[in-house]
């Protein structure tokens, strides 16, 4: 025993020890204290105990002061998987949001899941394992699993996508080696509708193409996505488009439908399609969103953007006469007209018969400059702004020369998506004013806050010309009862190694109703169409386009609410048809 002397008075030991007799105990003066080692050891564990919760408050405190500080940056989805992954605790609520049509149909979701997978160096009886597996799953193979199970490796997938049941069932089987991890899985419960402007994500649900990608931070936030987008119309496109592709043996095809007040698309649409749950089962072709990423030469549909141009600017009125009685010589070229009157034709006309003549005789009036002007404040000249990725530059000219002034004047030497044109066509027929082109929902758009790029009055004449075309020129067969449609054809040769190639057509028609109150751009477009009995061969837009858009307005009206009219209304007649004409201004190439 020790005995260690503290100094102050003469007191007793402050415990009894067993075994000293307390009679012939030492007398001492002073203060002691009796420390045995197992005293000893229970001091000094505690001091460690103290300092070690000393220490874990203090880590503890620097952890949490961390969190905080990273609280902004990291989702719960990042916060929580760690901690949970290998556990039998639910994920926390998904934090990607839903992302819904303009009517709440879900289009795409997210989904908690499974994935099976083998640790090789855990498992007993790779035959017996195997078997079970093979048992329990009809659609595996027994000798698949066994080879993938005896792998040199510590993780073998052995299937990617397992059901709360399937992940109950697997583990009553008690098999060691075969594990699961949670994952996530973004979902499209409409299968392959609107994929190309949806996307699609990856494992990790990141976005990858379409509004996933565009509008990514915002659903990573949890937010959901209400799109402009009317799914019973976009099925309606996308089958009229497929029909007609099949129909007319086209390589591709393109279609879409546009508000015409507020930019909103109700649809948009490309063939061939491809599913966004599986993406990388489809050629990567298919998700090519042609409306988009697709620059192209869009023919005869530019002409009436010349007429626009010509008409706004002062330069010609609808009285005024071209001389469109024979092609033009353009240096060592020749321009013609597919269906030449060989006549003199008045602007309205030049539009009923698309006249290549007649539209280069039209932009002359106005020059290079006024043109390039004008397709620029259209945004023709630009890349478009919408909520998706990838949007394609348009082709224009450099430098923009004479020679280039007049085969834009019928839609060659400029290369633009549909989604210009669509954009384009709203402002000319809306009254004038420019709109933006969006996927998301609006609630009101004041049009009168926007832009005005032409005079109401120029706005009504392409109204008029437009219709004209559908009554009495080459898009008769868009013509819809009840509705009075209007709109434009386009027909433009591929090139190919530098020159046009006859036979490969990229035929297009735009149209729009109720012309009266103009409400939607409607456009679709084949690529590489071919005629058929019915269109006695031909290929062009007003025998293989038009019906595309007769098609979708003829079931999508009724659905907007749109109440058939008489077309015969003399009202209707008084605002749409072309005023009685008179020989005006003569102009021709000779006479400037």
């Not at 997978?117 to 394992?129: L, S």
């Not at 649409?269 to 990567?284: I, L, R, V, W």
């Not at 001389?323 to 539009?351: E, M």
């Amino acid at each position: 025993m020790i005995w260690r002397r503290k100094k102050g008075k003469p007191s007793e030991p402050p415990f009894l020890l067993q075994g000293i007799d307390l009679i012939q105990r030492p007398q001492v003066t002073g203060r002691f204290r009796c420390h045995s080692p197992k005293q000893t050891a229970l001091t000094v564990g505690s001091q460690r105990l103290r300092i070690c919760m000393a220490l874990f408050i203090v880590v503890f405190l620097a952890i949490s002061a961390r969190l905080v500080s990273l609280g902004g940056h990291l989702t719960k989805q990042e916060i929580y998987q760690p901690a949970l992954a290998g556990s039998d605790l639910p994920l926390p609520p998904v934090v990607r949001g839903e992302i819904k049509d303009r009517n709440g149909v879900l289009l795409a979701s997210t989904l908690n899941g499974w994935r099976m997978f083998a640790d090789p160096k855990r498992i007993n009886n790779a035959h017996e394992t195997a078997a079970k597996l093979a048992g329990y799953f009809p659609d595996l193979n027994a000798d698949d699993i066994y080879n993938k199970i005896t792998e040199d490796r510590r993780y073998v997938i052995l299937r990617k996508d397992i059901t709360p049941r399937d992940y109950k069932g697997v583990n009553n089987l008690g098999l060691p080696g075969i594990e699961f991890e949670k994952t996530t899985k973004r979902i499209y419960p409409q299968g392959t509708l609107a994929a190309h402007l949806l996307g699609y994500t990856n494992r990790q649900t990141v976005g990858i193409s379409g509004i996933e990608m565009g509008m990514d931070d915002y659903l990573a936030t949890g937010k959901d996505l209400t799109l402009s987008i009317d799914s019973r119309i976009q099925f309606i496109v996308e089958e009229s488009l497929r029909d007609a592709i099949d129909t007319y043996t086209a390589k591709a095809g393109a279609a879409l439908v546009m508000d015409v007040k507020t930019g909103e698309f109700l649809a948009m649409a490309s063939y061939p399609t491809f599913d966004p749950s599986k993406p990388t089962e489809s050629p990567e072709a298919n998700q090519r969103n042609r409306i988009t990423q697709d620059a192209y030469e869009l023919g005869s549909t530019m002409k009436i953007m010349n007429a626009a141009l010509v008409l706004d600017g002062g330069y010609a009125t609808f009285n005024d006469l071209f001389d469109a009685r024979k092609p033009l010589r353009v240096g060592r070229f020749t321009i013609h007209d597919y269906h030449g009157q060989n006549s003199w034709l008045t602007l309205p006309d030049i539009i009923l018969h698309s006249s290549n003549i007649g539209s280069v005789q039209m932009v002359l009036l106005a020059g290079i400059d006024a043109q390039k002007k004008f397709f620029k404040k259209f945004g023709l000249l630009d890349r478009q702004h919408l909520e998706i990725p990838g949007l394609v530059q348009p082709i224009i000219p450099n430098p923009w020369r004479e020679a280039n002034m007049m085969t834009i004047a019928f839609g060659h030497g400029i290369s633009l998506s549909p989604l210009h044109l669509a954009a384009a066509a709203s402002a000319l027929v809306n009254g004038g004013y420019k709109v933006a082109p969006t996927l998301l929902k609006q609630d009101f758009v004041d049009l009168q806050t926007h832009e005005a790029l032409i005079s109401p009055q120029t706005s009504l004449q392409i109204r008029q010309l437009l219709r004209y075309v559908v009554t009495g020129g080459k898009a008769t067969r868009a013509a819809v009862d009840g509705y009075v449609v209007g709109g434009k054809t386009g027909t433009a040769e591929k090139i190919e190694n530098g020159v046009y190639n006859k036979s490969k057509l990229v035929s297009s028609f735009l149209g729009v109703f109720p012309m009266q109150n103009p409400q939607y751009v409607v456009y679709a477009m084949l690529d590489e169409p071919n005629g058929t009995k019915e269109t006695y061969g031909y290929a062009t837009g007003g025998w293989v386009a038009a019906p595309i858009v007769k098609n979708i307005i003829s079931k999508m009206g009724p659905m907007e609410g749109i109440a058939p009219v008489k077309e015969e209304d003399p009202s209707i007649h008084a605002l749409l048809d072309i005023p009685d004409r008179y020989t005006g201004r003569r102009f021709s190439a000779n006479e400037r």
